[in-house]
């Protein structure tokens, strides 16, 4: 079985290049992953690892970065996934319940076949919801990640949280909202892709200004490199102009 490889055919190596005589030095006990590579090279891409990538980088907390890579060795016993700095080198991992697993391990949670299910299932239904929002389906997108939150998935729950505020948002449900956008933050106070504007757009959208200056503050300070995108620059200017408008006297307005 594909999920049980994973798990057991774990291969201590060294990720260093091919001229490096030395001895990997044995893993510390208390060692802790702080990244990720998934190798999509010809042969592990023809064995489904951008099916893993894909499911790693969706259910993986904000500070474990997922990264493709070039090929890892070991080539037909793929897809391999390596874990940094530690030196491991996973094989069989071609299922979306084998990326799960190992994410869930990240997590120090559970990772029997229920818990690996309803994350899975979250995310399926987090990737219809996208589908029916792209389509302008609102309350559609609404019910679905709603049921991905309540299966309480161990990974990937910011991510849900954040599209649900983005869908209420465009139902202008701002109050809900705002609250999914604080939720999100809550369980990943570094990811300012998304929930850190959807909580700045609620505030706009409630006539908060100030509120909504300083969230779009806080993503330049997490993130400077939002200042380049136009539409963040849109919303910068627009609450700067609201906030100007409102301190100005009433015989100026």
Not at 159 to 169: A, D, G
Not at 226 to 247: G, H, T, W
Request: glycine share 4%.
């Amino acid at each position: 079985m594909i999920v049980s490889n994973c798990v057991q055919n774990v291969v201590w190596l060294p990720l260093s290049s091919s001229n490096d005589k030395r001895k990997p030095r044995p893993l510390s006990p208390t060692a802790k992953t702080e990244h990720i590579r998934v190798c999509t090279n010809r042969t592990c891409r023809r064995q489904g690892s951008m099916q893993t990538l894909e499911i790693m980088r969706a259910l993986s907390p904000p500070d474990l970065p997922i990264n493709s890579c070039g090929c890892l060795g070991r080539c037909g016993a793929g897809p391999n996934v390596a874990l940094v700095p530690e030196g491991i080198i996973i094989g069989h991992c071609g299922t979306a319940a084998a990326a799960a697993r190992i994410i869930a391990r990240h997590y120090e949670h559970e990772d029997d076949d229920a818990t690996i299910r309803k994350s899975l299932d979250a995310l399926a239904l987090r990737k219809r919801a996208q589908v029916e929002f792209d389509m302008g389906n609102f309350p559609q997108a609404d019910l679905l990640l709603s049921q991905a939150i309540h299966l309480k998935p161990f990974g990937g729950l910011h991510i849900i949280y954040t599209y649900r505020s983005q869908v209420r948002l465009a139902m202008k449900h701002y109050l809900e909202a705002l609250e999914d956008a604080q939720n999100a933050l809550n369980l990943a106070p570094q990811y300012t892709e998304q929930a850190c504007i959807c909580e700045g757009d609620a505030f706009m959208a409630m006539e908060q200004y100030d509120a909504a200056e300083k969230s779009y503050s806080m993503c330049l300070q997490i993130d400077p490199t939002i200042r380049s995108s136009k539409a963040f620059k849109s919303r910068v200017a627009q609450v700067q102009e609201k906030l100007v408008a409102a301190n100005m006297p009433d015989n100026q307005q």
